[in-house]
């Protein structure tokens, strides 16, 4: 069986773990501490870093990108059939995927609205990209799964949980790309693809009290607005320098009704 090495809170990981979701693929888990990282799992990765997958042969893959592509020809695949052309595409547009994870990860982390501000403009780019070749169809480029989506989910499954959590949005401005996030969301490979305590265990980490995200105290932050655009008027900001609720019937009409 297969076996994938995780940190409970990677989107490395949840990309590698959809994946072997969305093929159907019986694999096991084993989770280990990326501050204590055990021997036998140093001796096996090269970079020390997960995800780590095992093979049904014992080999030891690392880098998602290398298995990912891995489990992509091993296995049937996603998008059976596909050009040459459309394959690299497909791989390009899954490494700007990629390469979102680690951006979002550091706006998650951000202390003050200034960093969020900044970092989720740059994230914001990436989204703007695809905001602009996304077309009509449920997923990325047809009404199949493709790498594609998979590369995005990790990206867009967190933003769901900020905004369902802390009210912030950072989808805001890009309508195709939250169409496309609800409809990835809505396979339930988003939770099939992670630990039983991963909302518990990534809010600990990104929606503690060290990041401004965290410091929401928004009375009903699914139903907020929030966006880098209206920091400075918008309920994040009040919730965390009045520790206010800012989505009450004595509040709203002193506040834009956008946040609320």
Same mark, same amino acid.
């Not at 969301?185 to 009290?209: M, N």
């Given at each position: 069986?297969?076996?994938?090495?995780?940190?409970?809170?990677?989107?490395?990981?949840?990309?590698?773990?959809?994946?072997?979701?969305?093929?159907?693929?019986?694999?096991?888990?084993?989770?280990?501490?990326?501050?204590?990282?055990?021997?036998?799992?140093?001796?096996?990765?090269?970079?020390?870093?997960?995800?780590?997958?095992?093979?049904?042969?014992?080999?030891?893959?690392?880098?998602?990108?290398?298995?990912?592509?891995?489990?992509?020809?091993?296995?049937?695949?996603?998008?059976?059939?596909?050009? $040459? &052309?459309?394959?690299?595409?497909?791989?390009?547009?899954? /490494? @700007?995927?990629? +390469?979102?994870? #680690?951006?979002? *990860?550091?706006?998650?982390?951000?202390?003050?609205?200034?960093?969020?501000?900044?970092?989720?403009?740059?994230?914001?780019?990436?989204?703007?990209?695809?905001?602009?070749?996304?077309?009509?169809?449920?997923?990325?480029?047809?009404?199949?799964?493709?790498?594609?989506?998979?590369?995005?989910?990790?990206?867009?499954?967190?933003?769901?949980?900020?905004?369902?959590?802390?009210?912030?949005?950072?989808?805001?401005?890009?309508?195709?790309?939250?169409?496309?996030?609800?409809?990835?969301?809505?396979?339930?490979?988003?939770?099939?693809?992670? $630990? &039983?305590?991963?909302?518990?265990?990534?809010?600990?980490? /990104? @929606?503690?009290? +060290?990041?401004? #995200?965290?410091? *929401?105290?928004?009375?009903?932050?699914?139903?907020?607005?929030?966006?880098?655009?209206?920091?400075?008027?918008?309920?994040?900001?009040?919730?965390?320098?009045?520790?206010?609720?800012?989505?009450?019937?004595?509040?709203?009409?002193?506040?834009?009704?956008?946040?609320?």
């Amino acid at each position: 069986m297969l076996k994938v090495v995780s940190f409970t809170i990677c989107p490395f990981v949840q990309r590698i773990t959809a994946l072997l979701e969305a093929k159907g693929l019986d694999y096991q888990v084993e989770y280990i501490s990326l501050s204590e990282k055990p021997q036998w799992f140093l001796d096996i990765s090269p970079n020390g870093q997960v995800p780590l997958l095992i093979t049904e042969q014992g080999t030891a893959l690392f880098e998602s990108d290398a298995i990912a592509e891995y489990l992509e020809e091993a296995y049937p695949a996603l998008q059976a059939d596909l050009s $040459a &052309e459309q394959k690299a595409l497909n791989r390009a547009w899954s /490494y @700007l995927g990629t +390469k979102q994870y #680690l951006l979002q *990860c550091s706006a998650q982390s951000s202390q003050d609205i200034a960093t969020l501000r900044e970092r989720s403009a740059k994230l914001a780019g990436a989204f703007a990209k695809v905001e602009k070749v996304l077309g009509n169809q449920r997923f990325f480029n047809s009404e199949q799964l493709s790498m594609v989506d998979i590369a995005w989910l990790p990206v867009l499954h967190r933003a769901e949980i900020i905004r369902q959590r802390s009210g912030y949005e950072f989808l805001a401005g890009f309508p195709k790309v939250k169409a496309w996030q609800q409809a990835l969301l809505a396979t339930g490979l988003a939770e099939q693809s992670v $630990a &039983e305590d991963f909302e518990q265990a990534f809010s600990r980490y /990104y @929606l503690s009290d +060290k990041t401004q #995200l965290g410091r *929401c105290r928004c009375a009903q932050p699914s139903q907020c607005q929030c966006h880098s655009e209206i920091l400075d008027h918008c309920c994040i900001e009040q919730c965390c320098i009045e520790q206010a609720e800012c989505c009450n019937e004595a509040t709203k009409v002193e506040r834009k009704e956008s946040c609320c």
